[in-house]
Structure formats: structure tokens, C-alpha cells
């Protein structure tokens, strides 16, 4: 629906507001900050790191069909943590919950993200090392 708005095409953006969209840097220090808080979360197949660790969704899919053992029960659990802290995020931007949010939801978001995308397309953006 957002795509089919064109915030452009209606002025509702300006060309600054959209080369300051571009900009990665406030996305980056964003996830910098949140480091420690989401570090655990990383996939090691995505980042190429030698150690074991959290899957990502298609690493999780990869590994099921190739018939290689996975903790299910981890990753539901896992998945199901975080979905509180998404939903705690995403509704602190409503105007009765502003301020409900803490670190941790915003943390939460970032490895959402990159366990549903995988970790690389972050890891140009952040240090995830």
C-alpha cells in the first residue's frame, strides 16, 4: 500500500528528505548501538563465521531439507521471543504506547530482520563482526 502512495509523486517528501532516506548512516549507527543486544541472533552461514550458531530462516530451510540436524524447538522459542519486542516496537509509534519501547524491541526488529532476510544484506550496513 506505502508503494502505491509515491510520497514523491504527491510532495509529501522532499528531495532532501529522500537523500536523507538514502542515507545509511543513522540506520548504521542505529544497529552499532544495539550491538550487544542482537550480536547472539547473527547466522554464522550468512556472515561466513566459523562458529555455530542461530540460524537464519533460509539457512533453517536449507539445513531441513538437507536433512541436517536443527534444534526446531530453539528456533520456535527464539521466534516467539521476539515477537513481543517487534509488536512493543512497531506500536511505540502510536501515540498512547509512545515510550513503551526499549532497547531491547528495537534490538529485536534488527534480528527479526535478519533472521526473515538472512544477515548479509545488515552486515553492509552494520559491523556485524
Known amino acids: 500500500m506505502i508503494c502505491e502512495i509515491n510520497p514523491r509523486r504527491r510532495g509529501w ?26 550480536r547472539e541472533s547473527r547466522c554464522p552461514r550468512c556472515l561466513g563465521l566459523a562458529t555455530s550458531g542461530r540460524l537464519c530462516r533460509r539457512h533453517l530451510q536449507e539445513a531441513i531439507e538437507t536433512h541436517l540436524p ?37 534490538a529485536a526488529l534488527l534480528a527479526a530482520i535478519g533472521w526473515c532476510t538472512g544477515w548479509s544484506p545488515l552486515a553492509s550496513i552494520a559491523s556485524l563482526d
Not at 522532499?14 to 544495539?34: C, K, P, T, W
Not at 530453539?74 to 498512547?96: E, H, N
Open 70 to 106: 536443527v534444534a526446531i524447538e530453539d528456533g520456535l522459542r527464539y521466534l516467539s521471543s521476539l515477537m513481543p519486542r517487534v509488536d512493543t516496537y512497531a506500536k511505540s509509534f502510536m501515540w498512547q504506547y509512545r515510550g513503551a519501547d526499549r532497547a531491547e524491541d528495537h
Open 13 to 38: 517528501l522532499s528531495d532532501a528528505e529522500i537523500n536523507e532516506a538514502r542515507d545509511y548512516g543513522r540506520l548504521r549507527s542505529f544497529a552499532n548501538e544495539l550491538a550487544p543486544l542482537w
